[in-house]
């Protein structure tokens, strides 16, 4: 499944490598190319990259990731598991 701008998504952090919400706020099917070759925007490297609203509960709430792969490693998205049946 691609991801959609809106989805809620885990984001493993780069440093110490904790799982936090997201919210993917550019996916491959929104990426605005006007914006990309301003400079406004960076590019995303391939249909699963997305860039990401990331969410904390520390004194630093929230902070941007740009070009997040999909994986299980530190500086990457990934579905919430599911649960219930």
């Keep these: 499944m691609l991801p959609t701008v809106g989805r ?38 391939s249909d699963t990259h997305v860039h990401l609203h990331v969410m904390t509960a520390g004194a630093q709430v929230q902070y941007q990731e740009f070009d997040v792969p999909q994986g299980d490693g530190p500086g990457t998205w990934n579905w919430p598991p599911r649960v219930g049946g």
């Design 8 to 45: 809620v998504v885990h984001y493993r952090a780069k440093t110490r490598g904790y799982v936090l919400p997201a919210i993917v706020t550019v996916s491959a099917d929104s990426l605005d190319p006007t914006g990309v070759e301003l400079g406004h925007i960076p590019p995303l490297s």
